[in-house]
């Protein structure tokens, strides 16, 4: 796996695939994605962003390196063919095992923040995704598995935060904040590729810290082609 820190005092951004039409690598958390766009540029030229991660999340990611290849990847993302799952370390444990929540979200651009609206307000955008408890409940925390429809700033921090289960270490929307990263993962990263049209799967597992280390997981990460 490469790794690029070109830019004095970047962070490394570990380098899982990479031709000449994207590049997809694993975001640290903490990173803001204008950095590691700048930093992929100093060697690569034109590098473009076709989908975002808060700052304070991690994961995989995919970036463009033609703007045909960024114009080809922005229409999957809106024809629902550019799928993100995520994985999450909640507190407490979801009444349903498994559900879909459709939500409308305000963003308080001068607070950063977002809170759940009634449907008519002016300004909400409405937001939509699936949970499903991916491991069972350990030390008052369940991990699940997070499939997004709409791609809203915060939105699963907020959507699990209005279910009463916020999400582990989220200082924003949930009540216990024990030190450390949030834990808000982006785990698999699935879209057929922009000019050989192969289908395309990367998964990236999040770190051994905690709250992680309580679950089990292949730690590898790895990518696959073939049919989704």
């Known amino acids: 796996m490469k790794t690029s820190t070109c830019l004095a005092g970047a962070v490394a951004l570990p380098t899982i695939f990479e031709d000449n039409h994207i590049i997809v690598v694993i975001k640290p958390q903490g990173a803001l994605i204008d950095d590691m766009v700048a930093q992929l540029k100093a060697d690569r030229g034109y590098v473009a962003t076709v989908h975002r991660l808060d700052q304070v999340t991690g994961g995989v990611m995919v970036f463009a390196k033609s703007s045909?290849?960024?114009?080809?990847?922005s229409a999957q993302i809106?024809?629902?063919?550019?799928?993100?799952?995520?994985l999450a370390v909640v507190?407490?444990?979801?009444?349903?095992?498994?559900?879909?929540?459709?939500?409308?979200?305000l963003k308080d651009e001068e607070k950063n923040t977002?809170?759940?609206?009634?449907?008519?307000?002016?300004g909400a955008k409405r937001a939509e995704l699936s949970y499903e408890t991916y491991k069972a409940q350990i030390d008052g925390l369940?991990?699940?598995?997070?499939?997004?429809v709409t791609g809203r700033s915060h939105q699963i921090r907020v959507q699990m935060a209005g279910i009463a289960c916020p999400i582990w270490g989220?200082?924003?929307?949930?009540?216990?904040?024990?030190?450390?990263d949030i834990a808000l993962w982006a785990h698999e990263l699935c879209f057929v590729h922009p000019t050989t049209e192969e289908v395309m799967r990367f998964i990236v597992n999040p770190p051994e810290c905690?709250?992680?280390d309580k679950f089990d997981f292949d730690?590898?990460?790895?990518?696959?082609?073939?049919?989704?």
């Open 91 to 105: 507190t407490g444990t979801p009444k349903q095992r498994e559900a879909t929540l459709i939500n409308y979200l």
């Open 78 to 86: 809106v024809e629902h063919k550019f799928t993100k799952t995520y």
């Open 210 to 212: 905690a709250p992680w």
């Open 219 to 228: 730690r590898k990460s790895h990518k696959t082609r073939g049919q989704k």
């Open 68 to 73: 045909k290849s960024a114009a080809r990847l």
């Open 114 to 122: 977002v809170k759940i609206v009634p449907m008519a307000t002016v």
């Open 142 to 148: 369940t991990l699940v598995k997070v499939h997004l």
């Open 170 to 180: 989220d200082a924003r929307y949930g009540k216990i904040v024990p030190a450390g």
